[in-house]
């Protein structure tokens, strides 16, 4: 099953020099190669496109690459020799993200048939290293994959790059509404959006609160009851919350407020969103189970205006579609010092994804004790025990730097008298050292949290992107950690 109707280019280096017949072989293998890799269950459709030989043909393949909008990437393998001079007008076009696939078409060496003809037809050995020079020499981020094309971690690491590159083309067009400014005074949620529009291709728009009051006082009764009617099958719902309980007009004003985000960001075609506790004149409750019932379908969401986190919660959720795991918004909220296995619970005001959720939620309505507002409905669950990342993206100022921290989720205690969604992790390699360099990186207390994708994922995207990335995984030591992020200063001011 495919993520999207999107596609990958699949472009085959070569040259004139070795005549019609092995031309026709050249084309015919990669026709098989991509004919066996869309067999294989990638998540994207590849197009084989013909055999480049001349500079021409590699410079016009490039520009019909860019030119067409269904085109997310370009995977490149060279069958032959291609002397990569003739690839430095086309690559200097290509703008999307670019995957080098080092393969050979045949698996092994036929010891007893092999002569000067085989010799000439299989040079990928030294064909993708004349084209993977130029590719350096130009600073051009490529995802190199090698390994024969049939093997399975060859095409896992493809199909991570497909995701990505998917998640990249998804953001040319997001738009991100933030109701209510960033919270006063916070720095790290904040940013410039004009450098992020420029670098990760996500625009960010202001919407007066009043806007969306509007269609919250727009939605009709059949609308509301038919969101009600969704939230009474969908979830355990509490006694003080169902209908006839004391609380249940807190779920229909919920109710009432998703219906009116939903006509708001269907009609202008927005993707993410934050909203701010502070700013919400007019309404009856932070919009809290909306935030969570639209995460899970795919939006992205940031709290107190966090736009940034919002983004890549919804890249994040992109990349990971039809995956098991869930991605969420997520928030660093309160240690546990045990000595043995020391830990993060995680959580946030109403706002975490049912997508990460370990059971059937339970829709309650408690007080928030924060923003003067009524008692708001939420979901309320645990997280599964299990492997995932938090990221994050923040402004230095000069540049953007992304974070990936891995994690351990672990079974929490019963918490009868927090009724928020949580998940409890150890962040790798220690809680230590994990928080130490997260910190010294500036990293976020928000992030976004998931356990579909992999740190391979944060890679391809920063990598595409151009922006910084920090690891902090098992390896993670604080003295080579804190000289890299003295190289990567001087890296980053020489390469403004
Ligand atoms: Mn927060």
């Not at 869309?38 to 860019?66: D, F, Q």
């Not at 393998?77 to 086309?90: R, V």
């Not at 706002?351 to 829709?363: Q, R």
Request: charged fraction near 25%; hydrophobic fraction near 40%; charge should be negative.
């Amino acid at each position: 099953m495919k993520i999207s109707n999107k596609q990958v280019w699949f472009v085959t280096g070569s040259q004139d020099l070795y005549g019609e017949e092995t031309l026709r072989q050249v084309a015919e293998d990669s026709k098989k190669m991509v004919e066996g890799l869309n067999k294989a269950g990638l998540p994207l459709e590849m197009v084989w496109k013909p055999t480049v030989r001349s500079s021409e043909e590699i410079y016009n393949t490039m520009v019909a690459a860019g030119a067409d909008a269904n085109c997310v990437g370009v995977v490149t393998w060279m069958h032959t020799f291609s002397p990569a001079k003739m690839w430095i007008g086309g690559l200097k076009v290509l703008q999307k993200p670019l995957c080098h696939l080092h393969t050979q078409f045949n698996r092994e060496i036929p010891w007893n048939a092999i002569d000067m003809d085989f010799m000439n037809l299989n040079q990928s050995a030294h064909g993708d290293r004349e084209y993977g020079h130029i590719v350096s020499r130009m600073r051009k981020e490529t995802k190199i994959i090698a390994g024969h094309w049939q093997d399975q971690p060859v095409q896992d690491k493809l199909a991570v790059w497909m995701r990505v590159a998917n998640a990249w083309d998804d953001a040319r067009d997001m738009k991100i509404a933030r109701f209510g400014d960033n919270m006063n005074n916070v720095a790290v949620t904040d940013g410039d959006k004009v450098e992020a529009e420029l670098k990760l291709g996500y625009h960010v728009d202001y919407y007066p609160i009043g806007d969306l009051v509007a269609y919250v006082n727009a939605v009709t009764p059949d609308e509301l009851q038919a969101m009600l009617a969704v939230y009474d099958s969908s979830y355990k719902v509490a006694p003080n919350a169902k209908e006839g309980g004391k609380d249940r007009q807190s779920v229909v004003e919920a109710a009432r407020q998703e219906v009116a985000i939903r006509k708001f960001f269907a009609e202008r075609n927005i993707k993410a969103f934050t909203t701010n506790f502070d700013a919400l004149h007019g309404m009856h409750q932070l919009p809290g189970l909306a935030s969570q019932r639209l995460m899970a379908d795919g939006f992205g969401f940031g709290g107190e205006g966090d736009w940034k986190t919002a983004a890549l919660v919804r890249t994040m959720k992109v990349m990971a579609l039809g995956l098991p795991g869930g991605t969420s918004f997520m928030e660093d909220y309160t240690y546990h010092f045990d000595g043995k296995n020391n830990a993060i619970l995680q959580a946030h005001m109403l706002e975490v994804c049912p997508s990460i959720a370990k059971n059937t939620p339970s829709l309650e309505v408690f007080p928030l004790g924060i923003g003067g507002k009524a008692d708001p409905a939420r979901l309320i669950f645990d997280t599964a025990p299990g492997a995932g990342i938090a990221s994050t993206i923040i402004d230095l100022g000069n540049r953007f730097r992304m974070i990936v921290n891995e994690v351990e989720v672990i079974e929490a205690k019963p918490m009868p008298k927090l009724p928020v969604a949580n998940a409890f992790w150890v962040p790798k390699p220690n809680l230590e050292v994990g928080a130490q360099a997260w910190i010294m990186a500036g990293g976020t207390h928000h992030t976004s949290f998931s356990k579909a994708l992999t740190t391979e994922y944060i890679e391809d995207y920063a990598e595409i992107a151009g922006i910084e990335l920090l690891y902090i995984d098992k390896d993670t030591n604080i003295r080579q950690f804190k000289q890299d992020m003295r190289i990567n200063e001087v890296y980053y001011l020489l390469n403004k």
